[in-house]
């Protein structure tokens, strides 16, 4: 999904402007489409299991990344640095990944395609915020 046409790029927008947790959004959406719908008790259990402080370590690296790319353009040890941080942020949102996976274990129907459920899954969530239009590209309805 993340390898679609501009999702990446909308991902990553939503994530710097209205906070999208890219990793959870997505797969609350796959598991949507395949048919597995989330609660609100279940996204509240995700995230007091370990979730939040997974994505917490990834977001802190990913702000650390950010502080040190002025200077990581004009001092080569803080580009360097800069390098080791994305290493190490990259290696973070993996872990927080497999973790999910391990506690969402297989799709149910991974042949199957539930816009409804998946869409429903994403709003849990995002919450009100992002508006909808935002969130469209994301479900397949727009390809901008």
């Known amino acids: 999904m993340y390898g679609r046409p501009g ?19 997505l797969a609350a959406l796959v598991d949507g489409q395949a048919g597995r719908a989330w609660s609100p008790p279940f996204l509240a259990e ?10 917490a370590v990834t977001s802190a690296l990913r702000h650390a990344r950010r502080l040190a790319k002025p200077l990581a353009s004009v001092d080569p040890a803080m580009a360097e640095l800069r390098t080791a941080i994305l290493r190490q942020e990259l290696e973070a ?6 973790w999910l996976e391990e506690r969402l ?17 994403l709003r ?4 009100p915020n992002p ?10 309805f727009d390809d901008g």
Request: net charge negative; with cysteine.
């Open 7 to 25: 999702v990446a790029g909308h991902c990553l927008r939503l994530q710097d402007e209205h906070g999208f947790d890219v990793s959870l959004g």
């Open 105 to 121: 274990g297989p799709l149910p129907d991974p042949d199957r395609t539930d816009p409804v459920t998946a869409s429903a899954n």
């Open 93 to 98: 949102e993996r872990l927080a990944v497999a």
């Open 124 to 127: 849990l969530v995002t919450g």
């Open 46 to 55: 995700l995230r007091a299991t370990g979730w939040d402080e997974r994505s």
């Open 131 to 140: 508006p909808q239009h935002l969130l469209d590209p994301l479900l397949g």
